[in-house]
C-alpha cells in the first residue's frame, strides 16, 4: 500500500526518459509516450486505491450508506415513488410517458427562448416592418380607401 508513490514516481521518470531519448526536443511521439505512461499508472493506480478505500468503509460510512439513497434522495421519498410508480408496469409505463412530456415541454420553451433571444429582430414576428415602409405604399392604402368610399357611396344611392 505504501509504495505506491514511489512506483508512480519511477514510472513518470521512466516514461518521460524513453520519451526523451527518442527525441530530447518536444515532439508528439514523445508526448504521446508520457501521456500512455500515466493513463496506464493511474488507471492501475486508481483501481487500487478504490479497492482499499472499499474495504477500508467504516461503521458509521456502512450506516449512513444504508440509510441514504442514491443520489441524496432521501430512502421514505424512493420508497413513496416505487410504492406509487414502480410497483406495476402501467405505473412505471406512466411515469415515463409523464417524464418525456414535461421534458419535452421544458427542453421546448428552453431552445425556443434561447431561439428568439439570439434571432430577435431577425424573425417574422420580431421584425420592425414600419422600417421597410415606403411611399408607394401610402399612396396604394389611400387609392384603396377611395376606392371603398366610393363603393359605400354606390351602395348608398342604389338603395334609396
Known amino acids: 500500500g505504501d509504495h505506491w508513490p514511489l512506483v508512480h514516481s519511477l514510472t513518470l521518470v521512466v516514461f ?4 526523451n531519448c527518442i527525441s530530447p526536443a518536444p515532439h508528439p511521439i514523445k508526448n504521446y509516450i508520457i501521456d500512455v505512461g500515466i493513463m496506464l499508472f493511474n488507471s492501475a ?21 444504508k440509510t441514504t439513497a442514491s443520489g441524496g434522495i432521501p430512502t421514505p421519498v424512493l420508497q413513496g415513488w416505487y410504492n406509487i410508480f414502480g410497483k406495476s408496469t402501467i405505473g412505471y409505463a406512466t411515469w415515463l410517458v ?3 412530456i414535461v421534458a419535452e415541454g421544458i427542453t421546448g420553451t428552453l431552445s425556443d427562448s434561447v431561439w428568439n433571444s439570439v434571432n430577435a429582430g431577425r424573425t417574422f ?10 411611399d408607394d405604399d401610402d399612396e396604394d392604402e389611400e387609392e ?17
Open 45 to 65: 493506480a486508481l483501481r487500487n486505491i478504490s479497492r482499499v478505500g472499499l474495504r477500508s468503509r467504516t461503521a458509521t460510512q456502512q450506516m449512513r450508506a
Open 125 to 134: 414576428e420580431t421584425v420592425d416592418w414600419t422600417k421597410f415602409k415606403s
Open 16 to 19: 518521460y526518459c524513453i520519451g
Open 144 to 160: 384603396e380607401e377611395e376606392e371603398e368610399e366610393e363603393e359605400e357611396e354606390e351602395e348608398e344611392e342604389d338603395d334609396e
Open 98 to 100: 409523464a417524464g418525456i
